[in-house]
């Protein structure tokens, strides 16, 4: 997860033995609820980036989204 293109979209659900919900993001939750997308530093790829931007029509669907890029 932690190379996927932009931070935002790097989140896991698992769920423990307990059957408690467990969530994972490797760069945090932050910048994911503060309406933000931003390109992976560990994954600078500028065309996949604003590729993904544009056929998930994320600027659209959001439009209060900030983008780090």
Do not use: C, H
Not at 14 to 20: I, R, T, Y
Not at 52 to 63: A, Q, V
């Amino acid at each position: 997860m932690s190379y996927w293109v932009e931070v935002e979209t790097e989140v896991g659900v698992a769920l423990n033995n307990s059957g408690d919900v467990i969530l994972m993001s490797p760069f945090g939750f932050d910048s994911l609820f503060n309406y933000t997308v931003t390109m992976n530093s560990k994954r600078p790829k500028p065309q996949d980036f604003n590729e993904r931007l544009t056929t998930k029509r994320w600027l659209e669907i959001w439009p209060r989204l900030v983008v780090n890029a």
